[in-house]
């Protein structure tokens, strides 16, 4: 499975982005998929995630309210919209996937930057 990122951007506090992670590749075996994010100086950390084909959802509590994870499957793309946004969102987001074919594996894009300007 190939994953690539795209939306990152610069926005000043209090506006939106969105998204956008496109699968390629073995997508029918797509167990869940999530954003996290990295910060400078920080560890990664999940932001949302989503499960397929139930769609089930969780949130890390910094952006519960704010973040809305969702899936269109019959384009292959998940997609992160991110309203309210403050400085301390600023990271390199990532798009990540657990696939169960052709052997349970995990996989990640390479990145999209988010900086929110104060």
């Known amino acids: 499975v190939q994953l690539v990122e795209s939306g990152g951007g610069l926005v000043q506090a209090g506006g939106s982005l969105r998204l956008s992670c496109a699968a390629s590749?073995?997508?029918?075996?797509?167990?869940?998929m999530g954003w996290y994010r990295q910060a400078p100086g920080k560890q990664r950390e999940l932001v949302a995630r989503?499960?397929?084909?139930?769609?089930?959802?969780n949130y890390a509590d910094s952006v519960k309210g704010r973040f809305t994870i969702s899936r269109d499957n019959a384009k292959n793309t998940m997609y992160l919209q991110m309203n309210s946004l403050k400085p301390e969102d600023t990271a390199v987001y990532y798009c990540?996937?657990?696939?169960?074919?052709?052997?349970?594996?995990?996989?990640w894009g390479q990145g999209t930057q988010v900086t929110v300007s104060s």
């Open positions: 989503i499960t397929s084909p139930g769609g089930s959802t």
């Open positions: 590749g073995y997508t029918f075996s797509i167990e869940a």
């Open positions: 990540n996937a657990d696939v169960w074919y052709p052997e349970q594996s995990n996989y």
